[in-house]
């Protein structure tokens, strides 16, 4: 079955400090691939997406995912997290065409002052 | 301009009761989607509005729920008979392609909705 994994629940980093959540899927082909932020009260927010072309793609807040097809996953980085990164983030997937993005559980993320 | 907009932003209601949820996408967007966040879970995909398209209602959980979008634009999400278990967190999203899923997604801020 089609599933997508951020085996992270929750995780907490130092202010300044680099970051990687996980993000594993399961498709039998290489699907869109989307991670979302979501800040308390706030709705989800995209932060990037994959498509196609360059495995390493830039989004805003100055985050970068990898997506590694031998691996089937998609993470999420960023060399020095700020005070305001703290929030939920999603991976999501979706297959070409399809109506459906699937969502993970979700990583909360705490920032250590 | 606006993005989506959602009311109420809090529903309490009792066991029993029917609720509606309003959404207004981005004004041009032809896609509408309804999901629902469960505490500490991820997003469940509800239903899928594309332009006159017959909609995907493949995740309403049961006959319960429906959707309806009203030309082309708002759409209500009615829950009837509400259980204590469909409190949630209730989001709608636009796209502005009719492609489905694989165009980005412009979430609101969600309806909050507590079953006593």
């Known amino acids: 079955a089609q599933s997508v994994t951020q085996p992270d629940i929750h995780i907490t980093v130092s202010e300044g400090a680099s970051l990687e959540l996980r993000c594993n899927y399961s498709y039998g082909a290489t699907p869109y691939l989307f991670w979302y932020v979501q800040s308390p009260g706030q709705g989800l927010q995209l932060l990037l997406k994959y498509f196609s072309g360059d495995t390493l793609v830039q989004g805003i807040k100055g985050f970068e995912a990898e997506f590694k097809r031998s691996q089937s996953s998609f993470n999420l980085r960023k060399p020095s997290v700020h005070w305001s990164d703290a929030a939920e983030y999603f991976c999501a997937v979706a297959l070409s065409g399809a109506s459906k993005i699937i969502f993970g559980s979700g990583t909360r993320l705490s920032i250590r002052p | 301009g606006a993005g989506v907009s959602q009311s109420p932003s809090n529903k309490v209601t009792e066991k029993g009761k029917d609720v509606e949820l309003r959404c207004d996408p981005i004004?041009?967007?032809?896609?509408l989607y309804w999901y629902r966040q469960s505490l500490g879970q991820g997003l469940e995909f509800l239903i899928y509005f594309q332009g006159n398209s017959a909609p995907d209602k493949s995740g309403l959980p049961s006959d319960r729920f429906s959707a309806e979008r009203t030309g082309g634009s708002v759409s209500t999400l009615t829950i009837q008979r509400t259980q204590q278990e469909d409190s949630a967190v209730y989001l709608c999203a636009s796209s502005l392609m009719m492609a489905g899923g694989t165009e980005t997604q412009y979430f609101g801020p969600g309806t909050r909705l507590l079953v006593l």
């Open positions: 004004s041009g967007h032809t896609a």
